[in-house]
């Protein structure tokens, strides 16, 4: 059991949570917490799990047997640096 402090922040109050708390629940600095009060208990649960992005298009089909070429979409001309 990990004990905390209820601490004044500014005009809020809140508890700091361990690293080894957070890496114990798969917990990330910045995620959204649900509270709830359960038998006279504050519960902390996660409101919602970090969605696994993929690296590039071809994995996010990977798998897809539907018709799927990757091909560029005219969004305008080319700008920046070293472009045409």
């Known amino acids: 059991m990990t004990t905390m ?5 500014g005009n809020s109050q809140g508890v700091r949570l ?5 890496a114990q629940t798969g917990l990330h600095v910045g995620d959204e917490l649900d509270a ?3 038998d ?3 519960v902390l649960s996660p409101k919602r799990r970090r969605a696994i ?3 590039n298009i071809n994995t996010l089909f990977a798998g897809y047997e539907g ?3 990757p ?3 005219g969004f305008g001309k080319a700008a920046g ?3 045409l």
Do not use: A, C, M, N
């Open 18 to 22: 361990s690293r080894r708390l957070l």
């Open 36 to 38: 709830d009060i359960r």
């Open 81 to 83: 640096k070293g472009s």
């Open 40 to 42: 006279d208990s504050i």
């Open 53 to 55: 992005h993929p690296k």
């Open 67 to 69: 018709d799927f070429r």
């Open 5 to 9: 402090t209820v601490q004044k922040w």
């Open 71 to 73: 091909v560029e979409d």
